[in-house]
C-alpha cells in the first residue's frame, strides 16, 4: 500500500473529449508527477508538480495539463482527446527532504478512447 | 538524453529457481539513482530494488539484488528462490540525482517474467 490513490480506475471516451483525472498523495507528499503507460510500453514522464507549479514536463503536448493543489491532490487534464491518449495513466508522488530517490505509485486510471 | 533498455521482452522461471533480469542505460551523469519496479496484474508500481550510483556495493533486498556495473551501464536484476508471487512486469527505471529538486524517472520497456509450478 502507497497511500496514493487515483480516480476513476476505468474510463472510457471518444474523440475530441476533455478528460480530468484525479490523485491523492499522501501527507508530506509534496511532489507528484503524472505518467503515460501505453499497452506493452514502459511509462512516459509526462509532468511534475512541485507545491502547486509545474517544475519539469516530457515530450508532450500543452492539451496535457495539470494541477495541484494543498490537500496533496492533484489532477491531469488532457483536452481533445486523440485515439492515441488511450493508455493507462499513473500517478506518482514522493516526500520533500529526505530524498531516497523511491516514487510511490497509484494504481492508475486506465483511459480508452474510441 | 538517457535512455533505458530491456532486452527481454519475456523471461519464465521455475518455482525456487534463480532468474537473472537484464538493463542497460546511457546516460553521461556520474551521479544517478537505479531502480527496479515491479508491477503485477493490480497496476499499482512496487519498488523492488534500488541503487545509488555512487555506491560500488551491489544493492541486496531478500531474495532480490543486483550486477551494477558503472563502467558497462549494466544494471541486472537477480532474483533467487523464485516465488508464484513474483509474476510480474518487471521495469528498470533511471532518475538523475539533481539534489531532491526533479524526481523524473526514465523506464524501460519491461520485462513479463513468468514463474512456473
Known amino acids: 500500500e502507497t497511500g496514493v490513490t487515483q480516480s476513476p480506475t476505468h474510463l472510457i471516451k471518444t474523440r475530441g473529449q476533455q478528460v480530468t483525472l484525479r490523485c491523492s498523495s499522501q501527507?508530506?507528499?509534496?511532489?507528484v508527477s503524472w505518467y503515460q503507460q501505453a499497452l506493452g510500453q514502459g511509462p512516459q514522464f509526462i509532468f511534475q508538480?512541485?507545491?502547486?507549479?509545474?517544475?519539469g514536463r516530457g515530450n508532450f503536448p500543452p492539451r496535457f495539463s495539470g494541477l495541484q493543489f494543498p490537500n496533496y491532490s492533484s489532477e491531469l487534464n488532457v483536452n481533445a482527446l486523440e485515439l492515441d491518449d488511450s493508455a493507462l495513466y499513473l500517478c506518482?508522488?514522493?516526500?520533500?527532504?529526505?530524498?531516497?530517490?523511491?516514487?510511490?505509485f497509484g494504481e492508475g486510471s486506465r483511459l480508452t478512447v474510441l | 538524453a538517457q535512455t533505458v533498455t530491456q532486452s527481454q521482452p519475456e523471461m519464465s522461471v521455475q518455482e525456487a529457481e534463480t532468474v537473472t533480469l537484464s538493463c542497460t542505460y546511457d546516460t553521461s551523469e556520474s551521479d544517478y539513482y537505479l531502480f527496479w519496479y515491479k508491477q503485477p496484474p493490480s497496476r499499482q508500481m512496487i519498488l523492488v530494488i534500488r541503487?545509488?550510483?555512487?555506491?560500488?556495493q551491489n544493492a541486496t533486498e531478500n531474495r532480490f539484488s543486483v550486477n551494477f556495473q558503472k563502467a558497462a551501464k549494466s544494471f541486472s536484476l537477480k532474483i533467487s528462490d523464485s516465488q508464484l508471487g513474483d509474476a510480474a512486469m518487471y521495469f528498470c527505471a533511471y532518475r538523475r540525482n539533481s539534489g531532491g529538486s526533479n524526481y523524473k524517472l526514465t523506464f524501460g520497456k519491461g520485462t513479463l517474467l513468468t514463474v512456473n509450478p
Open positions: 541503487q545509488e550510483a555512487y555506491k560500488q
Open positions: 501527507s508530506g507528499h509534496n511532489t
Open positions: 508538480y512541485y507545491r502547486e507549479e509545474e517544475n
Open positions: 506518482a508522488s514522493n516526500p520533500t527532504g529526505g530524498d531516497t530517490g523511491e516514487l510511490f
